[in-house]
């Protein structure tokens, strides 16, 4: 009873989603619980996207299934503002909003309100005397990766560093900077060029797309999720405004005998034994969020298990 239960409940979930008229708000808020955000009180996001984050956003997604450092934990960027709009002097960073959970893989500042290329940040910590880094230039700000300056301030609830200018002539202010707390990320793969993934190819199959298609068989089909049906864009998800989540959809044969349909030795016995197969999804893929949490802190996450990458009977 409590399976049919659950089985009804997912049903008329996927059919409202696909309808986007009705969300269960049950699985709705859980989900959004999961990464941090309450759904009950909420007012629509105002804070506009900085350029550095959007930017930010699609390097992860380009590469979010192999930036993964750890099964069970998401790679998530979190955001933090300066306590004050200083433009040069000490920049004090509250980290107490969220606190660093995992292992901190790099640590950027990017000063995004002054783009002038002419100008260079001298950026230095009251911890570390000697250790200076200099910022680069980029279309979405001048950056500076703080990892080793910064590092031995991570667990500490504020984060101080201070800024100098060089190379200017006139006075620079609005330096608008924000600090970014890489966490469980493989950085040095960030950076690398996009390696093709592996994707299993079952070799003595007789069956191909085509024939799945016409005889109906269980496959792979497209779905994009839009996050506006949801009332979520700009609620809840500031990017992105649609993906492609994926469903398994058609027939399983009764002896799902070929290799196109992905089939365990369970799946042999349950066939012995004459019980139902269902074409269900057998392995899935992340996809890369923004979201602003409770505590008012912007977070780039790669959530797990988000679209469905392969299907089979079972
Ligand atoms: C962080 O990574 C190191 C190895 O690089 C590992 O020993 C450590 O357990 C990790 N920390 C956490 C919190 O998982
Ligand atoms: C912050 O971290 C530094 C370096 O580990 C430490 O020396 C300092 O006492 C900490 N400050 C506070 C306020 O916790
Ligand atoms: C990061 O990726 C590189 C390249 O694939 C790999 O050699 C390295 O072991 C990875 N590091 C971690 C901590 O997973
Ligand atoms: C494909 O078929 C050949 C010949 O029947 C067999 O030797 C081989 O093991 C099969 N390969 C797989 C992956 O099932
Ligand atoms: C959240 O941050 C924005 C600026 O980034 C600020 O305007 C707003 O007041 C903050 N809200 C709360 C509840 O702290
Ligand atoms: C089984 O996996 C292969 C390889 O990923 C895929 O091409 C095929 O479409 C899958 N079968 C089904 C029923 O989706």
């Not at 996927?14 to 009950?40: C, H, K, N, Y």
């Not at 956003?57 to 503002?81: A, C, G, H, T």
């Not at 980029?138 to 609830?157: K, P, S, Y």
């Not at 060029?193 to 799945?212: D, G, H, L, Q, W």
Request: proline share 6%; charged share 20%; hydrophobic share 40%.
């Amino acid at each position: 009873m409590r399976t049919l239960g659950i089985w009804l409940y997912a049903v008329v979930f996927a059919a409202g989603l696909r309808m986007g008229v009705f969300v269960p708000p049950r699985l709705s808020s859980e989900f959004l619980q999961t990464l941090g955000i309450d759904p009950g009180e909420r007012v629509p996001i105002t804070r506009p996207l900085l350029p550095y984050v959007q930017q930010l956003f699609l390097q992860i997604e380009e590469k979010q299934d192999d930036l993964r450092m750890y099964s069970d934990r998401d790679p998530r960027v979190l955001f933090y503002n300066p306590e004050s709009h200083s433009s040069e002097g000490l920049l004090e960073f509250d980290l107490s909003g969220a606190p660093i959970d995992g292992n901190v893989t790099k640590i950027e500042v990017a000063f995004t309100g002054h783009t002038h290329r002419q100008i260079s940040l001298q950026i230095t910590s009251p911890y570390r005397p000697g250790i200076r880094v200099s910022s680069f230039h980029t279309e979405q700000g001048h950056l500076a990766d703080i990892t080793n300056l910064a590092m031995d301030q991570v667990l500490n609830t504020t984060l101080n560093l201070f800024v100098s200018v060089s190379k200017s002539t006139h006075q620079v202010r609005h330096l608008n900077p924000i600090l970014a707390v890489f966490l469980d990320i493989n950085v040095s793969l960030l950076h690398s060029v996009r390696r093709k993934r592996f994707v299993p190819t079952n070799r003595n199959s007789t069956i191909n797309m085509e024939t799945a298609e016409t005889l109906n068989y269980c496959r792979l089909k497209e779905w994009t999720v839009d996050f506006r049906d949801l009332g979520w864009y700009e609620k809840f998800i500031q990017r992105p405004i649609t993906y492609q989540a994926n469903i398994c959809d058609g027939t399983c044969p009764v002896a799902p005998m070929d290799p196109y349909f992905n089939a365990t030795n369970h799946v042999l016995l349950k066939f012995r034994f004459n019980k139902r197969l269902c074409c269900s999804p057998i392995e899935y893929m992340s996809q890369t969020l923004i979201f602003i949490n409770n505590n008012n802190i912007t977070a780039i996450q790669t959530v797990r298990g988000m679209s469905v990458s392969r299907c089979g009977c079972r």
